[in-house]
């Protein structure tokens, strides 16, 4: 695997275990991993077979915000997701 940055997932083994800490808590959270300067989070949405993801990127330095910026991010997600469910139904 090639690493991004310094701060990248090196190896299977790990990328593996990430993974599957991702699928339990169906959120993933990186901290400059993809970007110096960065941390994110990602939120898994599936609706039948389509799969997509939210994500939001804050400065490293906003860094112990991101949990609180996540709870949000997913409140609005289920939200809207609720909404399109609805107005589809009808």
Do not use: W
């Amino acid at each position: 695997m090639r690493s991004l940055t310094p701060y990248s997932v090196r190896c299977e083994g790990d990328l593996l275990r990430r993974l599957d800490a991702v699928r339990r808590a169906q959120v993933a959270l990186e901290q400059q991993e993809y970007a110096v300067g960065t941390v994110c989070s990602a939120i898994p949405i599936q609706v039948g077979s389509a799969a997509a993801t939210v994500a939001i990127s804050l400065p490293a330095s906003d860094a112990q915000r991101l949990h609180c910026v996540t709870d949000r991010l997913r409140r609005m997600e289920e939200a809207t997701l609720t909404t399109l469910a609805f107005s589809i139904s009808i």
